[in-house]
């Protein structure tokens, strides 16, 4: 990792999951500057993540409670959209809540929401 002409880190790839590949980060002297930013970063990704997710579980909820009371026209792709993306939140949750997990405890909890 370089900043200008700099390197200020070493990064050591040790798997991934594709696009994303996980890595060491081996700093340099140079590295002390930046680490603050790196500290905040998963932290600031999480919180809009969660802020992008509640919107759409919302619109999730709300489509389903129009079209269920038939108190408003909701387009049947939006609807389905909406229901989709509830969905795919619940995976991506179930996914964190793994990689959280201790290791020797991820393949029973994996079976189990299988």
Known sequence: MRRGEEIIAELVVTGGDFPWLNALVRPTPGFEEVR???Q???????????RLRASLYSWAQVSAWLSAA??????????ETA????????AL???QGLR?????????????VA
């Not at 229901?83 to 619940?90: K, N, S, T, V």
Request: charged content about 35%.
């Open 70 to 79: 038939r108190l408003g026209e909701v387009e049947h792709l939006a609807a």
């Open 83 to 90: 229901r989709a993306c509830a969905l795919i939140d619940a």
């Open 93 to 95: 949750t179930v996914r």
């Open 40 to 50: 905040e970063e998963p932290r600031a990704l999480e919180r809009m993540a969660l």
């Open 100 to 112: 959280e997990l201790p290791k020797h405890d991820r393949p029973l909890i994996a079976r189990l």
């Open 36 to 38: 603050p930013l790196f």
